[in-house]
């Protein structure tokens, strides 16, 4: 959300929603037992912290700024879902899926989100 672009402010909304993307991505990647414990603590544990409302408000932000007319705050959590701990486990650990196929895959749904 700050930072230099294409992170932060200076950039373009779709570009900085990727960076974002990108962002949370690799915070999963290093971090992922403990994003997936706090995920899975209490049913919609997620949904209930400080962290997923602020990362659903960016992101839907930066959709309404590429997309006016579309429901930014539903594509804001259907983009969201994609960062799901227990997804993200299931895709690297049973699924091997490697961090450049989903890093690719989760750029192209934000692109057609945003677009």
Do not use: N
Not at 27 to 54: D, F, I, M, N
Not at 60 to 76: Q, V, Y
């Amino acid at each position: 959300m700050r930072g230099p672009p294409p992170l932060g402010p200076g950039a373009p909304a779709r570009d900085r929603l990727t960076a974002f993307l990108d962002a949370l991505l690799d915070l999963w990647e290093q971090h992922g037992k403990l994003v997936l414990a706090s995920e899975t603590s209490a049913p919609g544990a997620r949904y209930r912290t400080g962290a997923y409302a602020a990362w659903h408000q960016h992101t839907m932000l930066l959709l309404a700024e590429c997309r006016p007319d579309a429901d930014a705050s539903l594509d804001a959590h259907l983009l969201l879902a994609a960062l799901d701990a227990q997804l993200l486990t299931h895709l690297r650990e049973e699924a091997a899926v490697d961090h450049k196929r989903l890093a690719r895959g989760l750029r192209e749904l934000a692109t057609r989100l945003s677009a």
